[in-house]
C-alpha cells in the first residue's frame, strides 16, 4: 500500500496497486472505481492530482461530465 495521503494533496503518484478510485456521480448516484493501474494507462501524469480527474470524467449511468465526487479508496497493506 503507498503511504496515506489527505485527498486533497493526493497524486495518481500517490496510489499503490490495491487503492482505487472512486467516482460517485451526483446527478444519478451511479458508483465506479478506477484502479490506479488504469490510471497510469489513459496517460495521466503521476503527479496529475486525483481530486482534479472530476472535471475529466463522464457518467457512464447519465452521461454528466463534471459532477463526479472523487474519493479514494485505500487498499489493505502487505503483512
Given at each position: ?10 497524486c495518481i503518484a500517490n496510489l ?64
Amino acid at each position: 500500500m503507498a503511504k496515506v495521503v489527505p485527498l486533497y494533496v493526493a497524486c495518481i503518484a500517490n496510489l499503490g496497486s490495491s487503492d482505487f478510485v472512486k467516482l460517485d456521480c451526483a446527478g444519478c448516484s451511479h458508483t465506479a472505481l478506477i484502479a490506479s493501474a488504469f490510471l497510469n494507462r489513459l496517460g495521466l501524469s503521476p503527479r496529475h492530482k486525483v481530486l482534479d480527474l472530476k472535471d475529466r470524467v463522464r457518467c457512464r449511468g447519465c452521461g454528466v461530465r463534471g459532477r463526479a465526487v472523487v474519493s479514494i479508496k485505500w487498499g489493505k497493506s502487505a503483512p
